[in-house]
């Protein structure tokens, strides 16, 4: 079955998003394939803290670590690549996955490995690609003999790849500067076979930042923000990417989707503690409402 086919079945069963807002129940599975970020603002920690504050759940099959804090990435350690495969096979033998997402894949080898798990254990199950390459503070995260790995394994096997504009050039060899490039590159990722592919814009210049999705029935949507002045801004690729995932688990639209995502980044930037020195976290844990006898709410009560 197409991946899109497989989101337009679940789609018709989608549960209201009062469902989701209400946060009473754990609904939708992501399987996030990533890297860990010690400090906690990008990679897997983010993933797995925007699937549980929008109500699902999150396993996770660990590509490489890295020491890494709001000022720059230290030190990358690789795993495996038939150790992520294990991971992966455990988890979706065991618990299974309505969506697996991916981000930092490090080596070819990784994004083979990847590639192969997921036909294999997971075939028909809808695949939300990040393509990392580079992290904010400059360190590469995605070996350079990987971009045409990714492309030939992964990019024909997503039902959504949601590139920067770096990554979106080094793709597709478009030059990428204005919003109108990122729509002709999603264009060619498509070309390329992808389901849809998600064009984000906060690498251009300018006040207003629009990101471009593109699906394969031609269809072109654009979603703007204002661009919020904030050094803030440490795994919102990564916290986009996840957030699109788990609507997808819960049976959004791609495009509901997205919108609630693009929602939920903007609010995570606006609402960001302002730790560390350099780039810093965003608040994931926006959407939880203060309940009484949690951290929040005892704080509150106190008051
Ligand atoms: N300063 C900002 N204000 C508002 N929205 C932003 C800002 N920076 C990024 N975004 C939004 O965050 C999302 C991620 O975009 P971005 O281009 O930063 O991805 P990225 O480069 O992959 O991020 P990362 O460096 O975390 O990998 C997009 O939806 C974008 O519109
Ligand atoms: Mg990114």
């Not at 995605?142 to 971009?147: M, T």
């Not at 919102?236 to 609507?247: D, Q, W, Y």
């Not at 350099?278 to 704080?299: D, I, V």
Request: proline content about 6%.
């Amino acid at each position: 079955m197409a991946p899109c086919d497989y989101l337009a079945r679940r789609a018709a069963s989608a549960p209201r998003p009062s469902d989701l807002d209400a946060g009473v129940r754990v609904i939708g599975r992501v399987l996030v394939v990533a890297g860990s970020d010690s400090g906690g603002g990008a990679g897997l920690q983010a993933d797995v803290k925007t699937i549980t504050a929008l109500g699902g759940y999150a396993a996770t099959a660990v590509t490489a670590l890295t020491a890494q804090n709001t000022l720059g990435v230290h030190r990358i350690v690789p795993v495996e690549p038939e150790f992520v495969e294990e991971q992966m096979r455990v988890v979706l033998e065991d618990l299974g996955a309505d969506v697996i997402k991916t981000g930092m894949l490090a080596s070819v080898a990784v994004v083979r490995a990847v590639a192969r798990a997921a036909a294999r254990w997971a075939p028909g199950v809808p695949l939300v690609v990040d393509p990392v390459m580079i992290a904010k503070g400059g360190a590469p995260l995605l070996a350079g003999d990987a971009v045409q790995a990714v492309l030939d394994e992964l990019v024909p096997r997503a039902a959504l790849l949601t590139p920067n504009a770096p990554e979106a050039s080094a793709l597709t060899g478009v030059r990428v500067q204005e919003p109108d490039d990122l729509g002709r590159a999603a264009e060619q990722l498509l070309l390329r076979g992808a389901g849809a592919a998600l064009v984000k814009g906060g690498h251009l210049e300018g006040d207003t930042i629009v990101d471009v999705l593109r699906t394969a029935d031609g269809d072109e949507e654009r979603f703007t923000s204002e661009r919020v002045l904030t050094l803030s801004t440490h795994g919102t690729g990564c916290t986009l990417a996840s957030a699109i995932a788990v609507g997808l688990a819960q049976g959004l639209t791609l495009r509901h989707a997205v919108a609630r995502a693009h929602g939920y980044v903007r609010r995570a930037i606006e609402t960001a503690p302002g730790w560390g020195q350099g780039h810093g976290p965003l608040n994931h844990a926006h959407p939880l409402e203060p309940r009484p006898g949690s951290a929040q709410g005892t704080r509150e009560a106190l008051h």
